[in-house]
């Protein structure tokens, strides 16, 4: 159950459009903003399963200015979503992956703040990465003052930093306000990312030990926690609000070693506990060198990235202090009652992912 009661009063957002509302953080945004009544238009190539009296839907490719521009006309307020995740460097993938990312995610942004200055849209919310300032360093309850990073080591986040700064620029513009919102991994019903890639090792039986001490730790998003951080950002993206132009950490405020973050996801679907310890410098080294000689030379690609390594063996969190003062942001779920309401839907996941083998 909820830790404390949403919003007791929907702001006035008028029209919303929600870009990527077929993905994972989209459909569940969707369905909340029509619980809470509002009318809503989604906006992505996929089609949208959803179906409600108040729910329009339109597809399309959000690098097509064209077509953007239809999906923001009448809309006040806009939910950006879409993206593209792709955890690799751009050193390592082809032109057209580059190329896919960074026209989705930073010229699709580019096309979104231009469609809504031109037909009016009081208030832009974008989905951003908390990421955006990290660089391969331990941070612990990191704050909004962190700079970007500057050397980019994944597509997702090169293109997530640079369309940040664009929404943030564009805050004031042509009566246009903007904000963006910094989640951590996202995770609970409809989790396409997260715990799915643990439970494809869990089947496989890859998860043998723990990499590292045990004692770093990350923080986490759970989707229902996010929707209510946007949503308050959203009320005070107004004139003389404390919104306008700022970016916001929102996470679950309870940061956690990402495997005993886990345990209850695997002792609940029936796996061991990993008690045996790997070095994390021993396993960076392997991967890192593995990374490189796919890069020269071709090979397969490692199970995993160092990316993926950093999130269980560094510490990596940040503070929500910043989202507390100025939108009065407190989680609604803890990990517990995040879990409690998910597990379902991870219990019905793996069942599929297992009997698809």
């Not at 329009?56 to 950006?80: R, Y």
């Not at 951003?128 to 962190?146: A, D, F, M, Q, R």
Request: with cysteine; net charge negative; glycine share 8%.
């Amino acid at each position: 159950m909820p830790s404390q009661t949403p919003l007791t009063e929907a702001p006035d957002l008028g029209k919303i459009l929600v870009t990527g509302g077929s993905g994972f953080l989209g459909q569940n945004l969707t369905q909340t903003l029509l619980d809470k009544g509002y009318s809503v238009r989604v906006f992505d190539l996929a089609e949208c399963p959803l179906e409600h009296p108040n729910l329009e839907k339109l597809q399309g490719n959000i690098a097509d200015q064209a077509v953007v521009t239809q999906a923001c006309e009448g809309i006040s307020t806009v939910f950006h979503t879409a993206a593209i995740i792709e955890i690799r460097s751009s050193r390592v993938v082809s032109t057209e992956v580059r190329n896919l990312s960074y026209n989705v995610n930073l010229e699709g942004t580019r096309n979104i703040i231009n469609a809504c200055q031109s037909a009016g849209t009081k208030r832009l919310i974008y989905t951003s990465s908390n990421s955006v300032v990290v660089g391969g360093k331990p941070i612990i309850n990191g704050n909004e003052t962190l700079p970007y990073v500057s050397e980019f080591r994944d597509l997702y986040t090169e293109t997530k930093c640079k369309a940040e700064q664009l929404v943030l620029a564009a805050n004031g513009q042509k009566g246009l306000l903007t904000c963006a919102i910094r989640p951590s991994g996202i995770w609970g019903p409809g989790d396409q990312t997260v715990f799915k890639l643990l439970i494809e090792e869990l089947i496989a039986g890859t998860v043998k030990a723990i990499v590292g001490d045990g004692k770093s730790r990350l923080d986490n998003s759970y989707v229902h926690n996010l929707i209510h951080g946007k949503l308050l950002a959203a009320a005070q993206l107004k004139e003389g609000g404390k919104a306008p132009g700022q970016a916001y950490f929102i996470n679950d405020g309870e940061p956690a070693n990402m495997m005993e973050f886990s345990r209850t996801l695997i002792e609940s679907l029936g796996y061991p506990y990993p008690e045996k310890h790997i070095p994390y410098g021993l396993v960076k080294l392997i991967i890192g060198t593995w990374e490189k000689l796919h890069q020269w030379f071709k090979i397969p690609e490692p199970p995993q990235t160092t990316l993926a390594l950093e999130r269980i063996g560094i510490d990596n969190f940040f503070s929500i202090e910043k989202a507390q003062k100025d939108l009065g942001y407190v989680p609604l779920y803890t990990t517990v009652s995040g879990m409690e309401e998910a597990m379902p839907y991870y219990r019905e996941l793996h069942q599929r992912m297992a009997t698809s083998q």
